[in-house]
T-cell receptor, first 112, second 112 residues
């Protein structure tokens, strides 16, 4: 079956670093996305990994290991505005259309 | 302004009502999607349209009926819904069928 696992909730301190893990089991793999969703707002695209390794974009980095079915999102120099849900999503249709399978999301609370 | 606008933001309807959700994207994208987001559950893909043609109906009950008159507009017609259909309904678009999704802020639907 299709399964995406990520922790339900995490807390961290302003200025610190936090790593949000995601493991997946899907019938196929054609890329992994991370989205950020503030309460009551639209999910917004953060990062995309299709090959193994680390993708860095400012304070946010995302890592992928296809052999392990594993990804993480790394947030550095945490700010209060980073308090949000972080959604991991896998595209499972090689060469096909954008059928994304989402995890339930990790709610991150950043404290002063 | 997310580039994807959904109306209404909130909707309360009885089980015998008929209503429609509207989505408009101002990004020139070719693909549009409907997702359902229930509390503490993963985003569920409902429908996909590519160049106005429906390419996916993810086993959605017939009480949900999508309509895509052109690449910029997407509707979700609702009739004889059930209380368990109460959720946040998100519209999204992407430039190509494999590009990152751009979400609207959603319609919070409550079925009484």
């Amino acid at each position: 079956g299709q399964n995406i696992d990520q922790p339900t909730e995490m807390t961290a301190t302003e200025g610190a670093i936090v790593q949000i893990n995601c493991t997946y089991q899907t019938s196929g793999f054609n890329g992994l996305f991370w989205y950020q969703q503030h309460a009551g707002e639209a999910p917004t695209f953060l990062s995309y990994n299709v090959l193994d390794g680390l993708e860095e974009k400012g304070r946010f980095s995302s890592f992928l290991s296809r052999s392990k079915g594993y990804s993480y999102l790394l947030l550095k120099e945490l700010q209060m505005k980073d308090s949000a849900s972080y959604l991991c999503a896998v595209r499972d249709s090689p060469g096909g259309y954008n059928k994304l399978i989402f995890g339930a999301g990790t709610r991150l609370a950043v404290h002063p | 302004e997310t580039g994807v606008t959904q109306t209404p933001r909130h909707l309360v309807m009885g089980m015998t009502n008929k209503k429609s959700l509207k989505c408009e994207q101002h990004l020139g994208h070719n693909a549009m999607y409907w997702y359902k987001q229930s509390a503490k559950k993963p985003l569920e893909l409902m429908f996909v349209y590519n160049f106005k043609e429906q390419t996916e109906n993810n086993s959605v009950p017939s009480r949900f009926s999508p309509e895509c008159p052109n690449s910029s507009h997407l509707f979700l017609h609702l009739h004889t819904l059930q209380p368990e259909d109460s959720a946040l309904y998100l519209c999204a678009s992407s430039q190509e069928i494999e590009g990152p999704l751009h979400f609207g802020n959603g319609t919070r639907l409550t079925v009484t």
